[in-house]
């Protein structure tokens, strides 16, 4: 899919959410939400982890060639929008930039293991309904995500579809600091689906179709946007 389609996405994901602002109710309204974050971000499986036949390129045997994205720190914002007592809708942005690292073991001969690291970015964007029951600070989080990988990490003709399509489900805990301060703190676990060459041949050193799951603990500060 060309990167371009990432952009196209992205419009039709903030449309979504300016459509659902024209259903909120004045009452409702009065607890709209402007939440900026910080987090951790974890990278649960490995973008690729699977043995190479070296004939292909001039060696002999196999190597086991893994690849996957380093922890780092995320920052991002979300936008609560209530539509009943208990129940937002949320969008919500973060992004990243950390090493994508590589490994290849028996890579240069028996033994003679090959690492290296190249930078890569995340971009990740998420529509999603929050659940916060009556007379609780606990909230259950659900909802779509669109998940994009960027850097030179990526940066390979072969690499067409970065954007991927999947699911965010987490919950968070909302703790009042001062009467007029309140901090958010969230854990997220990200799930989609992953084959950016759509390819399966792994024996010569291409992705396969797999599920890739990434998780984000946060915290942030809401700020009221209305009174």
């Known amino acids: 899919m060309p990167r371009g389609h990432w952009f196209v996405r992205s419009m039709l994901l903030g449309a979504g959410i300016v459509a659902l602002c024209g259903v909120v109710t004045p009452a409702a309204a009065q607890g709209i939400t402007f939440t900026p974050y910080v987090g951790s971000f974890y990278g649960l499986s490995k973008f690729f982890d699977s043995d190479v036949d070296l004939a292909n390129f001039g060696g002999t045997g196999t190597a086991r060639f ?24 949320e969008g ?6 950390s090493e994508v690292r590589f490994t290849g073991k028996d890579a240069l001969g028996q033994g003679l293991d090959l690492a290296t690291n190249q930078t890569g970015n995340i971009v990740v964007g ?4 929050v659940l916060r029951p009556r007379r609780s600070n606990l909230q259950l989080i659900g909802g779509l995500a669109a998940v994009h990988l960027g850097g030179d990490a990526w940066n390979f003709p072969t690499n ?5 399509i999947g699911g965010v489900i987490g919950f968070g805990l909302r703790t009042a600091v001062t009467p007029k301060f ?3 703190i969230t854990a997220e676990g990200y799930i989609y689906g992953f084959d ?12 396969k179709n797999k599920t890739q799951s990434n998780f984000v603990v946060s915290i942030g500060i809401p700020i009221g946007l209305s009174h």
């Not at 996957?68 to 809708?89: D, E, H, I, K, Y």
């Not at 919500?92 to 930039?97: D, T």
């Not at 998420?126 to 309904?129: E, H, I, M, T, V």
């Open 66 to 89: 893994t690849m996957q994205q380093t922890n780092t720190a995320m920052f991002g914002a979300r936008l609560s929008l209530p539509v009943g007592a208990t129940l937002s809708v």
């Open 92 to 97: 919500a942005v973060g992004y990243l930039s």
């Open 126 to 129: 998420s529509l999603r309904g």
């Open 160 to 164: 067409e579809k970065l954007t991927n």
């Open 182 to 184: 309140a901090l958010n």
């Open 196 to 207: 950016p060459d759509k390819s399966d041949d792994t024996a010569n050193g291409f992705f």
